[in-house]
């Protein structure tokens, strides 16, 4: 029987998910999180369909059981892909990244021009342009991947000429668009907002999922009766698929805190 006490189950592609979960934690503190990260099989952006959707219902298999009584897809390109699959696979509720982050931009934008950077798998998709244009069919989206930028933040370069470099090159197709809202389809971005903000316009507005996809679950926890009972503060156990020597850098880069509780998994 699923006890209140249950941890939240969050996945992603690598550790950019981390931010999701930091996320949960500050607005639900006395709820549980299981967090796993394939670390072995990113990134998630450059591959099939077909596998993308493998990977991820083997993670949701994991989750449950551990005994999520949730499950959140931290990652853009699986959200896109692999939700659908997901949801039918297992008997909890399943939230994915980008709905939160459709609802925020079209809150958040005041001309009606969005801009969407993300993996390449996540903007060929057009999940975000889609849903967009399905709430608002007026809503001009102009949609830019952006494959680089995961490798930069995972090796922490996130300033510098060349990473400035890129990012010109990047969101140059933003500049003559008149967009006021720019969505960061991917985890990972969030670190490069300071430089995302010097390479635009100061005054777009950057939609970020994490917070977004925090008050969804703060909803639906409410709604289905799953909030935790407890009164302590709730744990953070983190799993990978691989463990590499810049992990823990990493890790509490995207956490701005520590990581102790980290276990490797083979999922292959």
């Known amino acids: 029987m699923m006890m209140n006490t ?50 991820s219902l083997q993670i949701a298999d994991f989750l449950i059981s551990k005994g999520a009584k949730i499950i959140v897809i931290a990652c853009n390109t699986a959200s896109a892909l692999a939700l659908n699959e997901v949801q039918k696979h297992v008997k ?20 009606k021009h969005i801009g969407v950077i993300g993996t390449v798998a996540t903007i060929r998709s057009k999940e975000y342009e889609n849903r967009i244009k399905a709430t608002d069919h007026t809503m001009t989206v102009i949609s830019q991947p952006c494959p680089l930028f995961v490798p930069l933040v995972e090796e922490g370069w996130l300033d510098g000429s060349i990473t400035k470099a890129i990012a010109n090159i990047y969101l140059e197709p933003f500049k003559t668009e008149n967009i006021d809202t720019l969505v960061l389809g991917c985890t990972h971005y969030p670190l490069l907002k300071p430089l995302l903000i010097s390479q635009t316009n100061q005054k777009i507005v950057l939609v970020d999922s994490a917070e977004p996809v925090a008050e969804k679950i703060f909803d639906l926890l409410k709604t289905s009766k799953l909030q935790s009972n407890s009164h ?23 956490l701005e805190g520590p990581i102790a509780d980290v276990t490797t998994v083979d999922l292959l």
């Open 6 to 55: 249950n941890p939240i189950g969050i996945f992603d592609s690598g550790l950019g998910g981390l931010t999701v979960a930091k996320a949960i934690q500050k607005l639900l503190p006395h709820e549980s999180v299981i967090y796993f990260g394939d670390t072995a099989r990113l990134p998630y952006g450059n591959k099939s369909p077909k596998i993308i959707k493998k990977y």
């Open 92 to 111: 909890v509720p399943v939230v994915g990244v980008i709905d939160p982050g459709v609802k925020a931009a079209i809150h958040a934008t005041r001309n």
């Open 232 to 254: 302590k503060n709730g744990t953070l156990s983190c799993y990978i698929s691989d463990f590499f020597s810049q992990f823990k850098t990493i890790a509490e880069r995207f």
